[in-house]
């Protein structure tokens, strides 16, 4: 019983696809109550979730709008878990034109959006004095990527840093932190681009689902005494 999320409130950004609405049904089937993020509201996610008797809504809000991201949280009657999952990743190149543009919203995105994310999170949890923070960041963190472009790669590595700066801070007030790094997953963010399974161990990407599942492990009980981890959740890329 230690895995179920019975009674938890829990908001997953990034939850219109792929990774964040499969962590939206696992967290759903466990017991969750899920409120599903995004820039345009997950309702389709939430209204399959609720038919399947589960508890779910669907609200709206830009990780980069600092406002809204605090409006929503604050009017939240509790939370007890977040999964920061959004994120934008392009698949250019450093030399093409107008790529400073995009890496300001791929670090807005990534970083900045987190920490709008996490600030107004862990207001909410210090005053209940417990809760859970999940970060969602990448291989290209620990490796520097598979396939992933500068500004992606920079982010993420901020992510990671950030997962320990953070942690610290949590930890005395009850609140883990910690972290998952994918690799490269099925997911419409990957769509079109080709990745040599033969540098995966496993030789196969992963499913959203293979994040998921640990997502929810970090919510619950059973990962009570982790702190400022990071779960490497990649077919064996990289081995901590």
């Known amino acids: 019983m230690v895995f179920r999320l019975d009674g938890q409130t829990i908001l997953i950004t990034g939850a219109a696809g792929g990774i964040g609405k499969q962590?939206?049904?696992?967290?759903?089937?466990?017991?969750?109550?899920?409120?599903?993020?995004?820039r345009q509201a997950p309702t389709d996610v939430a209204d399959f979730l609720t038919s399947q008797g589960y508890a779910a809504a669907a609200v709206v809000f830009d990780v980069t709008d600092r406002v809204a991201v605090e409006r929503v949280i604050n009017g939240l009657p509790k939370i007890d878990a977040v999964v920061a999952n959004a994120g934008y990743c392009p698949w250019d190149d450093w030399n093409e034109a107008g790529w400073d543009e995009i890496f300001k919203q791929v670090i807005d995105i990534n970083l900045l959006g987190l920490m709008h994310l996490t600030r107004a999170a862990l207001a909410r949890m210090a005053e209940l004095g417990k809760g859970r923070i999940v970060i969602v960041s990448s291989v290209a963190a620990r490796v520097g990527g598979l396939a992933a472009s500068a500004h992606y790669v920079a982010a993420k590595g901020g992510?990671?840093?950030?997962?320990?700066?953070?942690?610290?801070?949590?930890?005395?007030?009850?609140?883990?932190?910690?972290?998952v790094a994918p690799g490269a997953i099925?997911?419409?963010?990957?769509?079109?681009?080709?990745?040599?399974v033969a540098g995966i161990p496993m030789r196969r990407m992963g499913e959203p689902r293979e994040i998921a599942m640990p997502?929810?492990?970090l919510c619950s009980e059973g990962a009570s005494y982790m702190c400022?981890?990071?779960?490497?959740?990649?077919?064996?890329?990289y081995m901590n």
């Open 23 to 38: 962590t939206a049904v696992v967290c759903a089937t466990l017991g969750a109550n899920v409120v599903l993020a995004d």
């Open 228 to 237: 400022g981890a990071t779960l490497d959740v990649n077919g064996g890329v």
């Open 159 to 179: 992510t990671s840093a950030f997962v320990k700066w953070l942690a610290r801070r949590a930890a005395p007030l009850g609140i883990a932190v910690n972290s």
């Open 186 to 196: 099925s997911t419409p963010m990957t769509d079109g681009q080709t990745f040599d």
């Open 215 to 217: 997502i929810a492990f």
